[in-house]
T-cell receptor
Framework: ETGVTQTPRHLVMGMTNKKSLKCEQH?????MYWYKQSAKKPLELMFV???????ENNSVPSRFSPECPNSSHLFLHLHTLQPEDSALYLC????????????FGPGTRLTVT | SQQGEEDPQALSIQEGENATMNCSYK?????LQWYRQNSGRGLVHLIL???NEREKHSGRLRVTLDTSKKSSSLLITASRAADTASYFC????????????WGAGTKLIIKP
């Protein structure tokens, strides 16, 4: 967990709020990912960035907006979320691409009220 | 769509016993990976086995892969309380744009 950091660790927001999740990796990896983890469901891949370019957007609602200013940083901007968006949001990175081992941050526990 | 499916969904054993978890998948793969997640935390990569490998070891972990049956198993020997966690398999495949496809996980509880 120490190679990938995420802030904040916990976030409570109302449906009209705007907030951002931050992820930073110190591993020199090329690829970064956002995942959503809901209870009793498989991990859902949201976005993939490879060398700062977005390569995957898995039909994620526009209320989630990713940003990758450089290979080490990844943001997830949130606005007008719904209660069903409450989940653990995980950031990960990998050295070469999606099929290689991924290194995860500790996650942000998001609660939408 | 879900590729990996772990079995059982939950497993409770005594400390010192061996724990076996299984993963089945549907399509051809490039590799299969196992991860551990402690409660509410990030996932930790345990082991990666390639499609041309049949068995791999790492410490107390042993992973097997049977591509003819499209299944894998993770064996944890001499379990410890610290092994209590959820375990996930994930498959990577050429025809899925190398996207890792995740199962829903096996929740392992080690009783002291």
């Amino acid at each position: 967990e120490t190679g990938v950091t995420q802030t904040p660790r916990h976030l409570v927001m109302g449906m009209t709020n705007k907030k951002s999740l931050k992820c930073e990796q110190h591993l020199g990896h090329n690829a970064m990912y956002w995942y959503k983890q809901s209870a009793k469901k498989p991990l859902e891949l949201m976005f993939v960035y490879n060398f700062k370019e977005q390569t995957e957007n898995n039909s994620v609602p526009s209320r989630f907006s990713p940003e990758c200013p450089n290979s080490s940083h990844l943001f997830l901007h949130l606005h007008t979320l719904q209660p069903e968006d409450s989940a653990l949001y995980l950031c990960a990175s990998s050295p070469f691409g999606q099929s290689y081992e991924q290194y995860f941050g500790p996650g942000t526990r998001l609660t939408v009220t | 769509s879900q590729q990996g499916e772990e079995d059982p969904q939950a497993l409770s054993i005594q400390e010192g016993e061996n724990a076996t978890m299984n993963c089945s998948y549907k399509t051809s793969i490039n590799n299969l990976q196992w991860y551990r997640q402690n409660s509410g935390r990030g996932l930790v990569h345990l082991i990666l086995i390639r499609s041309n490998e049949r068995e791999k070891h790492s410490g107390r972990l042993r992973v097997t892969l049977d591509t003819s049956k499209k299944s894998s198993s993770l064996l944890i020997t001499a379990s410890r309380a610290a092994d209590t966690a959820s375990y996930f398999c994930a498959t990577g495949a050429w025809d899925s744009n190398y996207q890792l496809i995740w199962g829903a996980g096996t929740k392992l509880i080690i009783k002291p």
